[in-house]
Nanobody, 120 residues
């Protein structure tokens, strides 16, 4: 059974930093895209960062310079570091794993999400 468990976040001050973690069990990272999304109530999920299955990294253009995605293969954990937090970063952040690309079937697995609230 695949499980993704997010941690971190909570209430943070504008201008500060936070680290979100996502620990994954039941699969390995190899051959999978590792993604962070965020969702604001009433809106859909928005992809903010990705480590692709070939190793390439993506950060949404408007978030470059403040958001960093990383992973620890040994710990089966992915991270999202956010610096210079803004009130508009307030959202539920969800981790996602999609794959494997080296063989069917491909599946999308989600964590439950974790709330980040930025106080101005």
């Amino acid at each position: 059974q695949v499980q993704l468990v997010e941690s971190g976040g909570g209430l943070v001050q504008a201008g500060g930093s936070t680290r979100l973690s996502c620990t994954i069990s039941g699969i390995t990272f190899a051959g999978h895209d590792l993604n962070w999304y965020r969702q604001i109530p009433g809106n859909g999920r928005d992809l903010v960062a990705m480590i692709g299955h070939t190793g390439g990294r993506y950060i949404k253009d408007s978030l470059k310079g403040r958001f960093t995605i990383s992973k620890d293969d040994g710990e089966n954990t992915m991270y999202l570091d956010v610096d210079h937090l803004k009130p508009e970063d307030t959202a539920k952040y969800l981790c996602n794993v999609y794959g494997p690309y080296d063989g069917p079937p491909r599946r999308s697995h989600w964590g439950r999400g974790i709330q980040v609230t930025v106080a101005s």
